[in-house]
């Protein structure tokens, strides 16, 4: 029904983030920082965004649309609109399994309750969305979206606590899954991270007296605050003018964070655990330099995703780092409907080789990961019609397996390359000389890890990869999604 | 009078490049390969774009639009309204001096003559123009745009010649300055260098029939033709069904092309005198490590126009590379109208310091340029602020002093840094441990010239760099520009 | 938010209607007629309209748009999106009391209950939206808009039945005021008015097994559709396939339509009580020449919503009948920004007097209604400085003195000229020879009670001339409105 | 190419003229003043509209766009763009012959001339433009447009009289056909109309020192101007700060002004020698009582434009005028894109009968004028179904039988109705009972002529009822077109 702008310059061969959260307050024109924090939280999802403000003389505003944040909240007749010293926004990838976007989908959601209207924007998946929705639905909840997050606002609404904070928590406890929130009232921003904290969430603050919540660091540093700390796993932060309220609304667990926000998501500037994602991703480079080995002329990255890796590669390896192949940085998600003289050129749109850099080389492509393998043949394709004597594919991360339950959109798994071959298949069928993938213990080393995975406690959430589930996916196992032991 | 589409993501402290042009002929959909090839040609323009095709059932067709090609010319829609075998496109950044940019204005321009109708598409800067378009309107032309390069619409419309390439030779020895044009008629496609060829057209081939006219060589990857060779200086190639004949219209000289282009403007995968722009711009950075010699922690590349040369600085010197700026790829030419509370961000917008690798450290930035300056003081300003030890600028070309004439859009000398400042009083207004650009022999050096510029016949137009302009600016001189020699 | 497109030809100064409804069952392309017949009805409302249908292959699917229909729902891109057969429609005027238009406000609402979705329009208005709101909010409701017919779809959410029918029952015996409502199941049509039946509806017929819902009987005209009757006051009508089940939901009453539909809103070729609506308003016209006679030279309407009055009694007197005003027929809501040196034109931009006809001449100016009085004196302006003679105003309805509270959109009563002034006030302040009302008896006759108003039992619901409110308006009561005796 | 905006209120089966001109010199917003001014000309043409002004700080500015003046030039974001206090405008209905719009076509046209720079704006048609494009081309003109009107503009360019007023004559004197011309320079305001005044152009003034020039008086009204004056036949007038100059550049000729402004065109408020337009149209109708009496129970209107004829029928002849037939205010030049099952609606969309007044009586239909026909089959199939008795036509214009040259947009003449019929062939084909029009001669005494029309010097161009052609279609008999004797 809408035309998704075009503005996304990943490919379709890549896993996908669903959402940034943003929310700040104690300034003036807190939209605006919004509209900002947004901007820096763009690549966490490029289809839509939305505005939440209030100012106890205009009320509580809201904007969606769909599109960049860019193209849209940056004209003062729409910011304008949304006055106010405290406001929450968020960025969305997608529906899940919805091709059609509808402008009711994108949030924050706005919800009037008894006590009082309040705002809510959801990072995260909810495992048990499909059974809370039928049974919200039973007893007369009105659906306004299609977003299983919905489900929160009209559990808030059905709470018989005396705050909203309070009935959060009731809510909050009723859902299963991942999420990572930022709400507001009137006079309260709030955030909340879920039991294991899968999905991040950080605190920043400006001066004195104004606090930022934020899904990254870097959305912190695009307006000048300062970082404080990260929400714990499980917590709750209720933030007023008189400041910072810390709450323990569900029972402790050990947190185990999204790994993959490591490997992918989080921008390289972000820090996350005290370092910054860059760092670790470089590392990642070095670890599968050590264990993977090649004899080569030159390390490529495959752009931009691969770009911290292979410098961490050559760096280890001794092999010069040469950018051989070259992006179209305004690529966007589609280009030319194909006509029959133009079809199968493919990842051609985005990407180019440096000929006269590839030609007769033995050439070590880094990439962030393979997910169906489509692109990766494409850009093998490229590089030895470019002349080049080998083709050696390393991998930051290890083979996607499983899908993801936790707000990452993953194909089915039917779809997953590494699910459905082994190895040497892989490898056959991408037709490089070599593939290899980082081991599941060499990720952990790089993140910070020196002895690997605790495969007893294990410190991350990496169930694409182990097929270790912390949160039970009720509502696919309904549908039919069979749990496995991790290999 | 217009919104420029927020697509362009350099910023306002870079010098620009004015048009990309494309042309193809011999194959069915020959406007899908040039929206392809417009595509591929983005970064030299992104304020608009434009597409004329002939098919002999419907006659000439043309479509000019406002923004990206990937936002315009991807719809069937508008391709399906340009049929024909043979058609010829532009994408351009400004219009010179002009504010508000006007439709009118948007290339390529289709002239209806005695003859029969023929279209061009113009990429530089004519040096008469001025002077030319008063003489013309003195003899009843007409004007429809504000564009200089339509005086040689008007040229060929006075012609007495009997063929339409006959007619632009007249018209071309009209005109002074730079051009790489290329034109079309009913049957013929045509390409066009000045006698210096100082701004660049290649030459390739799909198949035995089908030939394609191009800025650069990375036009013709993206529709997988064949590079044969670059348009000489002053040739001029007719190109029918027949194949391609060369033509010599103008008086011999030594050729000059522009060397930003080898600096700045192409694409790090297009192929100039036979090797990759890329090679030379790390060769450069090469060159700069050997000319200015630093201790330090990283290089770190500006990203991402001085990557190639930190790349080479880094290999060169052992230092390692690091990546210690991210660039927000979805920051577009404007972003937010400013507040009071948010005013003086500027670069925040797009670029983000890696804090945790830049503490303490011994940082080099490689950037490619210093035109007014701003930029570097803000990169500066983070970097610092980020707690590095000392910051070193390096320059991946040499000071800018002198403005551009022949199709680069360069600021006025008077904002030119390098211009108005000494090398020491630069370093001091940055504010930077040290500051050091590469000679003007070291990026001949790097070029492939292994004793650096001749300057009895420099090889090539560098006037930015040396005040040696090869073509008389005109009606620049008659506006009051005073031609100094050359430090 | 929104902008409101300019389209809506008649001014502030006039009531406004808040609604049309239309459905249709049994036919393919339900939608398609659905646009139709809400394009007949778009006099009732200009500000937006919606469509849902209903497919078994595709579920339901809406589409909801500001402006006219015809510049929205006369796409196939957007009419095939709403395939099947049976469809709803709305078009709307304005939310009450808020300024920015909101998309989820406009109707028909969608809701997902447990035994499956409803669509429901509503043309009317509930007096005792306010408390139900406030009720259904404690119980935990969302609310999606500002609209007070959302309380309708949370109603029919949490009754007990087991039929949408049943609970559609259960929700309307819970809400006062004025309603008549089309909504749809999957395989049902429903059609209700409230128990006086003060909003209209009407059903037709196409063949055997197409049935059709509608306010007006012009919108059965436009599709082909045979009027079969007016549906009851206090009746609900299901359709389905088999036909047509009448039921009686609430306690018996006499019926006591609005009048208004008669003076103003109902289009002039609509059957209402068995006659055209033209003919009642040429008939008040008749009235109101016997009533209140003048000498003169010519009759004038005011265009276009007077001239069946002024038809009337031009027959009725022997005066001829002139059409010495023209209005702009591109004139919509807003015109030019007003400047200092324009300000002040106000109704010469949709109105022009023809000047030639008017010099020297007695006037009688028949209109059908003063509300606040602005446009009627800038008539008589216009009129004298053209150099008529003398000018009467004859209005087509007795003063308005009350506000509406049951649809019609009426200012505040402070604004209305005849609730603050007497008649001789007003002819004063309006500045004309002779003022003069049809009576509120004269009306019920020209309306074909030959015995005027039956003050025991009135036939109709007048309240804005009378002040004689048949429903209590709890709502306003509660927020200072004080009913007063009618004079 | 472009969308043409469905605001056209007019079927297909109607003369359309093709545009209204206006410029206004000494007034500060000269352009929002000519922006009011359009908008009472909209009639004239709906499809584009635009505006040129001048302004000594800003040079001059113009702006074209597609759509109602009301849609485009009512923001104060595009009227601020166009400062100064002169400034000319035009509507415009049509491109002759083409199908897609560009927006190169649209008026006023700009040139730059070596004289400085001059705007023009032309109602009318040439008849020899297609040899004078033909040899403007030749001598090396570029045409920017498809627009005949831009030869002109060429003419202008290449006379090498030493003002633009003396340049115009040099270029009228060798254009054909029928022109009202506005145009400006820096400092005048220049108005022309061709040697026989077939097209319309009248002077107002506000105050001592303001001069409007426009296609008719209503849009001094809408102004507040004063009406001085009809432009003569064959007379320019060069307005500026001083006055009006007066000048005959052409042959002496006697006047044959557009009789088609009197029956269709002109606005019924506007004044054409010295009267209304309304009061001849209603004298048409008296005249056709007078010719063709019926006997009939009522008289009704083909709205809107059959109405003044209708009231003068009415008058002349007893028999009661009544609304019989409403027209949908809303309906657009398109509505719905036909399926199957809706197709062949067509006139319903836009008029409807009102049946319980129709139903049983004699009614004697009065429309402007007979086409092609279809329109009036459609109107007399609904009449009869509402169940009529009798239906008789009467037709406020002579049969149509020859096309038109001078501006008006005429089918060609095969479809012409009464091209090919005689007067019974076409009551057979329309099948009513009976079927009559206006004498010619009864047209003119309608018009003020009481002798009827002069045969030997013809007081109007009457040319597609006569076929009387008073100026050569030079370009139509080169293409084809037989001038036959008038009947």
């Not at 406001?87 to 989908?105: C, E, L, M, N």
């Not at 955030?191 to 919540?213: F, H, T, Y």
């Amino acid at each position: 029904m809408h035309n998704i702008p075009p503005s996304q310059p990943f490919d379709d061969d890549k896993l996908k983030e669903e959402c940034g959260v943003f929310g700040v307050i104690g300034l003036p024109e807190a939209a605006n920082f919004t509209a900002l924090g947004l901007h820096a939280l763009q690549h966490r999802g490029q289809e839509a965004c939305g505005i939440v403000s209030y100012d106890s003389q205009h009320g509580f505003n809201s904007a969606h649309r769909f599109g960049l944040v860019r193209d849209n909240f940056t004209k003062s007749s729409l910011l304008n609109t949304l006055p106010g010293p405290i406001a929450i926004g968020h960025v969305r990838y997608s529906t899940s399994g919805k091709k059609d976007a509808v402008i009711r989908d994108v949030q924050p959601f706005l919800g009037e309750f008894s006590l009082g209207s309040a705002a809510i924007a959801h990072n995260g998946n909810l495992t048990n969305a499909v059974a809370l929705r039928r049974e919200l639905i039973e007893k007369g909840a009105i659906f306004q979206s299609g977003s299983d997050s919905e489900c929160i606002i009209h559990l808030i609404a059905r709470s018989f606590q005396n705050t909203i904070p309070e009935r959060m928590k009731d809510a909050l406890r009723r859902v299963e899954g991942a999420f990572a929130i930022v709400a507001m009232t009137r006079t309260k921003l709030i955030g909340v991270r879920d039991a294991l904290g899968i999905r991040p969430l950080v605190l920043g603050k400006i001066g004195d007296s104004c606090w930022v919540l934020a899904s990254e660091t870097c959305a912190l540093d695009i307006i000048g605050a300062d970082f404080v700390r990260e929400i714990d796993a499980g917590e709750m932060v209720v933030i007023t003018k008189e400041g910072v309220q810390s709450h323990r609304p569900f029972a402790p667990a050990r947190p185990r964070p999204c790994i993959f926000e490591q490997v992918y998501f989080s921008r390289p500037d972000s820090i996350v655990e005290g370092r910054s994602v860059y760092e670790t991703r470089r590392q990642i480079g070095v670890e599968l330099a050590r264990e993977h080995p090649v004899e080569a002329d030159l390390i490529c990255p495959v752009p931009d995703s691969g770009t911290p890796a292979a410098v961490g590669f050559a760096h280890e390896s001794g092999i010069p780092f040469e950018l051989g192949i070259t992006r179209n940085q305004y690529t966007g998600r589609t280009f030319i409907e194909p006509t029959a003289s133009i079809r199968n050129m493919g990842v051609l749109l985005k990407l180019n080789v440096n000929k006269a850099l590839i030609k007769g080389k033995r050439v070590v492509l880094v990439d962030d990961s393979v997910v169906r393998g489509t692109t990766s043949r494409k850009i093998k394709e490229m590089i030895l019609k470019a002349g080049a004597a080998e083709v050696h594919f390393r991998i930051a991360s290890p083979p996607v397996k499983w899908p993801d339950f936790y707000g990452v959109d993953t194909p089915d798994q039917a779809q997953l390359l590494a699910a459905t071959m082994t190895l040497e298949e892989m490898r056959a069928h991408l037709g490089v000389d070599s593939l290899k993938f980082i081991s599941l213990d060499g990720l952990y080393r790089a993140a910070g890890h020196p002895n690997g995975r605790d495969n007893e406690n294990p410190q991350y959430c990496d169930s694409s990869f182990s097929g270790d589930y912390p949160v039970m996916p009720t509502d696919m196992i309904e549908k039919g999604f069979a749990l496995q032991a991790a290999e």
